[in-house]
């Protein structure tokens, strides 16, 4: 059945309007987007499908590329293209509101945030959210990739860059690709060393984030490991 002959009170749009966007699930929004289904299927329909593609994950469908997305029923590379621009839109108000918040006063926002950007990343990355001395964001900076056994993270580089910024403390932050958050030896050892190499600058290291697919973010402030 077609949502246009639903009655008016169950359509998502209607809905929307009358109640507010946070009364839609996650597939009826994405509906919205989709506008239309196809043959035999509503645009609500296909977008359920679509989000199981993904395993029911807004951050996997965040990240996947418009070649894949494009292959999937109902999408194709116009509409594959105008979702990619609606969720990178989505990113930047976040970074937005991340630079008027003391972040250190709002580690789920901070943890939200990072999800979005790295959860389901294929490839490891190591980055650092640079803060002011009111814990404002100054800037995200992606300063390596790779197995991070593999890529060696320097830190007379993240020293460099903490002295360009102006910094007065930062937040540490990789990605797990194995989806598991549990941090390695490699792990808390770099973290040291990258606490002792800031502190000799003044740059305090505010925690320390894993990201790993659907797993909670791991904190080293949390788990003591600062």
Same mark, same amino acid.
């Given at each position: ?7 008016e009170a ?7 309007? /009358? !109640?507010?966007? *946070?009364?839609?699930?996650?597939? +009826? =929004?994405?509906?919205?987007? &989709? ?42 590379? /116009? !509409?594959?293209? *105008?979702?990619?621009?609606?969720? +990178? =839109?989505?990113?930047?108000? &976040? ?12 580690p789920q ?5 990072l999800r ?111």
């Amino acid at each position: 059945m077609a949502i246009s002959d639903w009655p008016e009170a169950e359509r998502p749009r209607e809905r929307l309007l /009358a !109640k507010g966007a *946070q009364s839609l699930s996650d597939a +009826e =929004l994405l509906a919205i987007f &989709l506008r239309v289904g196809i043959k035999g299927k509503s645009a609500v329909d296909l977008a359920r499908e679509l989000l199981t593609h993904f395993d029911g994950q807004l951050s996997r469908l965040g990240n996947a590329s418009v070649k894949e997305l494009s292959t999937l029923p109902g999408m194709g590379p /116009a !509409k594959a293209t *105008q979702l990619m621009a609606v969720l +990178e =839109l989505a990113r930047r108000a &976040l970074s937005e509101d991340m630079h008027n918040r003391d972040l250190l006063g709002s580690p789920q926002v901070v943890r939200d945030w990072l999800r979005l950007k790295l959860a389901n990343l294929p490839y490891e990355v190591f980055a650092v959210l640079w803060l002011d001395n009111q814990n404002h964001l100054i800037r995200y900076e992606e300063l390596f990739r790779g197995t991070l056994s593999q890529t060696s993270v320097y830190p007379r580089e993240v020293v460099k860059q903490a002295l360009e910024h102006n910094a007065a403390a930062a937040i540490l932050v990789h990605n797990h690709p194995s989806g598991v958050a549990e941090p390695s030896r490699a792990d808390e050892m770099l973290t040291r060393g990258l606490k002792d190499a800031l502190a000799m600058v003044d740059v305090k290291v505010a925690d320390h984030f894993i990201i790993a697919g659907s797993a909670q973010p791991l904190s080293f402030a949390e788990r003591g490991l600062l």
